[in-house]
Structures are given as structure tokens and as C-alpha cells.
């Protein structure tokens, strides 16, 4: 079974963060990695994960 390419998802996913920080990192990962060969919502979760460590960088500034 052969299911949609992962950018045909991501496009609409781009700006989901816009105006929160992070939301460049998040923009570039998805762009860098959303066709390449078997990308899967791997993608999407490394994302994820990537602005939660700036947005907890943050965080621990502020706190700081």
C-alpha cells in the first residue's frame, strides 16, 4: 500500500508555529526533510522535539 508523500502534509503543517519561538527551526526542519527518501511522521516528531529543546532553552534563560 503506497500512502501520501510526506510533503503533500507538511506544506499545510509550515506555519503552524509562526509567531512562537522556534518556529524557524521548525519551518527548516520540516522543509529539509519532508522529501527525502521514506520520510514518515519522523519528520514531523524530530520537529517536535526540536523546538520543545529551544523553547526549554528559553525557559531556563528566563529563569535564570
Same mark, same amino acid.
Request: charge should be positive; avoid cysteine; charged fraction near 30%.
Given at each position: 500500500e503506497q500512502?501520501?508523500?510526506?510533503?503533500? #502534509?507538511? =506544506?499545510?503543517?509550515?506555519?503552524?508555529?509562526?509567531? /512562537?519561538?522556534?518556529?524557524?527551526?521548525?519551518? =527548516?526542519?520540516?522543509?529539509?526533510?519532508?522529501?527525502?527518501?521514506? !520520510?514518515? !511522521?519522523?519528520? #514531523? /516528531? @524530530? !520537529?517536535? @522535539? =526540536? /523546538?520543545?529543546? #529551544? =523553547?526549554?532553552?528559553?525557559?531556563?534563560? !528566563?529563569?535564570?
Amino acid at each position: 500500500e503506497q500512502g501520501l508523500k510526506l510533503h503533500r #502534509i507538511t =506544506r499545510h503543517m509550515v506555519n503552524l508555529y509562526a509567531g /512562537v519561538q522556534g518556529a524557524k527551526v521548525w519551518r =527548516r526542519h520540516l522543509s529539509e526533510h519532508h522529501s527525502k527518501e521514506g !520520510a514518515g !511522521a519522523e519528520v #514531523i /516528531v @524530530e !520537529a517536535l @522535539e =526540536r /523546538v520543545e529543546e #529551544i =523553547r526549554e532553552q528559553a525557559r531556563s534563560r !528566563a529563569a535564570g
